[in-house]
T-cell receptor, first 113, second 110 residues
Framework: EAQVTQNPRYLITVTGKKLTVTCSQN?????MSWYRQDPGLGLRQIYY???????DKGDVPEGYKVSRKEKRNFPLILESPSPNQTSLYFCASSSRTRGDTQYFGPGTRLTVL | GQQLNQSPQSMFIQEGEDVSMNCTSSSIFNTWLWYKQDPGEGPVLLIALYKAGELTSNGRLTAQFGITRKDSFLNISASIPSDVGIYFCAGSSNTGKLIFGQGTTLQVKP
């Protein structure tokens, strides 16, 4: 089954404790993206990657890092999480031929205390 | 940065009614997408539009890519209770960067 998976689905942590949210897709997609969703603000793009070893900032990249060492994986790293990063995070992927038709993972709800 | 204005913000309608929502942008997009998000789930793609003026249907859903390339609308005909959810428009200039609207929350009364 074609899908985007994220782990963990839920995470409660404390300020300053480094964490990684993993994202994996099995569709051989070139494009992968991370979004955060906050009430009233819709989805805002954090980082995206157009292929292996190629990453670019989205609209809200501050406080986040990403890496794209393999085509299928695109982890989101919070080196020193802060409470304003409490949010619902989505990973998405798409093919190069239809780079904008993105398929989303189930989401990771992160709470930073 | 680029912004999309999506309206209405919320709708509460009777089952069987038609629904219309739209998005406008100050910038030109090459692609317009419409997503639906159910509670606790990620957005699911409903319709993708790739050409100005394009009108596309998916069952009871119809969406159009505005000829100015700065707007799009989504219509849902004969709404049913399972249409409940949040609908998002998104625009892109084919760079891999998607800009989302704020969402339209739809509630359907049986």
């Amino acid at each position: 089954e074609a899908q985007v998976t994220q782990n963990p689905r839920y995470l409660i942590t404390v300020t300053g404790k480094k964490l990684t949210v993993t994202c994996s897709q099995n569709m051989n997609h070139e494009y992968m993206s991370w979004y955060r969703q906050d009430p009233g603000l819709g989805l805002r793009q954090i980082y995206y990657s157009m292929n292996v070893e190629v990453t670019d900032k989205g609209d809200v990249p501050e406080g986040y890092k990403v890496s794209r060492k393999e085509k299928r994986n695109f982890p989101l790293i919070l080196e020193s999480p802060s409470p304003n990063q409490t949010s619902l995070y989505f990973c998405a992927s798409s093919s190069r031929t239809r780079g904008d038709t993105q398929y989303f993972g189930p989401g990771t709800r992160l709470t930073v205390l | 940065g680029q912004q999309l204005n999506q309206s209405p913000q919320s709708m509460f309608i009777q089952e069987g009614e038609d629904v219309s929502m739209n998005c406008t942008s100050s910038s030109i997009f090459n692609t317009w997408l419409w997503y639906k998000q159910d509670p606790g789930e990620g957005p699911v793609l409903l319709i993708a539009l790739y050409k100005a003026g394009e009108l596309t249907s998916n069952g009871r859903l119809t969406a159009q890519f505005g000829i100015t390339r700065k707007d799009s609308f989504l219509n849902i005909s004969a709404s049913i209770p399972s249409d409940v959810g949040i609908y998002f428009c998104a625009g892109s200039s084919n760079t891999g960067k998607l800009i989302f609207g704020q969402g339209t929350t739809l509630q359907v009364k049986p």
